[in-house]
């Protein structure tokens, strides 16, 4: 069963620095792509950083040079170190993972469950 288990989430004041974390658990055959989205209140899901199991990185333009997304692949995990933190990046965080399951002869997309980052002025 795959699980996606995020962690890290919580309040700050505007300025300030978040670090998120997410770990795949379960059997994998190939992770190709780890990331992150967020939704705000009212709001559709939109990207904010992903990372190729190359190590190729794509960025929302309202997170560049701000946030940076890191991952490991041998242990299955990817992080989010999120800095100068704006009231706007208040919403909930989703873990991304597109990969392939060991069982499995298709690639899929999964998602956690979430997490909310709320930044206060």
């Known amino acids: 069963q795959v699980q996606l288990e995020e962690s890290g989430g919580g309040l700050v004041q505007a300025g300030g620095s978040l670090r998120l974390s997410c770990v795949a658990s379960?059997?994998?055959?190939?992770?190709?792509?780890m990331g992150w989205y967020r939704q705000a209140p009212g709001k559709q899901r939109e990207l904010v950083a992903t990372v190729t199991n190359a190590g190729r990185t794509n960025y929302a333009d309202s997170a560049k040079g701000r946030f940076t997304i890191s991952r490991d692949n041998a242990k299955n995990t990817v992080s989010l170190q999120m800095n100068s933190l704006k009231p706007e990046d208040t919403a909930v965080y989703y873990c991304?993972?597109?990969?392939?399951?060991?069982?499995?002869?298709?690639?899929?997309?999964?998602w956690g469950q979430g997490t909310q980052v709320t930044v206060s002025s």
């Open positions: 379960g059997r994998w055959s190939s992770i190709y792509v």
């Open positions: 991304y993972v597109e990969g392939r399951k060991l069982t499995a002869f298709v690639t899929s997309n999964y």
